[in-house]
């Protein structure tokens, strides 16, 4: 287990309680939770203050300057820590600011946009390492992208070359990332195809002739390839049948358990149940929870009421959409942006809540029964 820090950092989870231990090997623990997730759980709860983190990301916020001086407060204040070996699925509703931080971490943000905040990447000798948000863009092309931090984007489309076949691509970048020799770069690329469930005989097609699915398992291919320590996964699973969305994660579970870092951004909870060792719940630019996996999809539930509606409105839980809609980030209120929405909310909730015991809210839910 990782050692702890001498402090822990403002959004590290509780440790578990007796109850959810892990019994014996082979045996579910008191939960019902597989002992092997449990251990992952246990792990992962000492991410947040992990002296051998892989990425350690404090009050990152993105702000794009509009015409007319309006401000798009996209992300607010994030932090979190991601360790070796564990995956941090990053949900919400659309437009919340999860794609944005995905993209300011790897330095492809518009040029009206602001940032602040660090987010210091490992290096894997363990002797310092890079703040991400600070770093030139000959550093990121260079060092970074790809070979650090491997990205599957949201949309695959824009980050596939029109005018060359998918073998092509997959070949280019076996060789730039991993100098494998050009008799073994065929079957190097092959074998990543295969990896995210793309066809053979579809490799020598150029990307107009994939259907979503198809571009989106390219797209994951390519991320997959260099192996980086540190993998972004933004909307992997879009446009795939659930047969495929479940091979798509479990390869992306399998790319943690080798010992490197996975932050998952998705909508799709059922996904993020599967394979999360945590999960960090963000609305309306800002990260209101964060919680081990089996707690918060759990008897337990989540803590911050947000979290719980997400939950609930799953068809197969109560099937209750959350009422009313998320507010204009251009125009937060000062204090708990999901206030108006809450049925908790007092007058208390007119001052911003601060993270404690990983939920930032004036009046969390208790655990469930």
Do not use: W
């Amino acid at each position: 287990m990782n050692a702890p820090r001498a402090s822990q950092a403002p959004n590290a989870p509780e440790a578990p309680e007796a109850a959810d231990a892990p019994g014996a090997p082979g045996v579910p623990g008191a939960l019902g939770v597989p002992e092997d997730r449990l251990l992952r759980a246990l792990d992962a709860v000492t991410a947040e203050r992990a002296e051998d983190a892989v990425l350690s990301v404090r009050g990152l916020t993105v702000r794009f300057r509009l015409r007319g001086g309006r401000t798009v407060d996209a992300v607010s204040d994030a932090d979190f820590d991601l360790a070796a070996g564990e995956c941090l699925a990053l949900v919400g509703e659309s437009g919340c600011g999860k794609s944005v931080l995905a993209s300011a971490l790897l330095g492809l943000l518009p040029g009206n946009a602001e940032t602040s905040g660090t987010a210091l990447l490992a290096d894997p000798d363990g002797q310092g390492g890079t703040d991400l948000l600070a770093a030139d863009e000959k550093t990121l092309a260079r060092t970074v992208r790809g070979r650090r931090v491997g990205l599957v984007p949201q949309s695959p489309a824009a980050h596939l070359t029109p005018v060359r076949t998918v073998r092509s691509q997959l070949e280019e970048t076996v060789r730039a990332l991993t100098g494998t020799s050009r008799r073994a770069r065929r079957a190097t690329a092959e074998e990543a195809a295969g990896r995210t469930a793309f066809p053979a005989d579809h490799l020598d097609r150029y990307p107009h002739e994939l259907s979503g699915g198809l571009a989106q398992r390219a797209a994951t291919a390519l991320a997959l390839i260099g192996d980086a320590r540190l993998l972004l996964a933004d909307e992997p699973t879009t446009g795939l049948d659930r047969d495929l969305v479940d091979r798509t994660v479990d390869e992306l579970r399998r790319h943690a358990d080798d010992g490197r870092a996975l932050l998952l951004i998705t909508h799709d909870l059922a996904a993020a149940e599967r394979i999360a060792d945590r999960v960090a719940v963000m609305y309306a630019g800002r990260i209101v929870e964060i919680a081990p996996a089996h707690r918060f999809f759990g008897p337990a539930g989540p803590r911050h009421p947000y979290a719980r509606g997400l939950l609930d409105a799953l068809p197969d839980r109560a099937f209750a959409p959350i009422p009313g809609m998320p507010p204009e980030l251009t125009d937060l209120p000062g204090g708990c942006a999901f206030a108006p929405r809450c049925p908790r909310a007092t007058d208390l909730c007119a001052t911003r809540p601060e993270p404690a015991a990983g939920v930032a809210c004036h009046h969390p839910e208790h655990p469930r029964a």
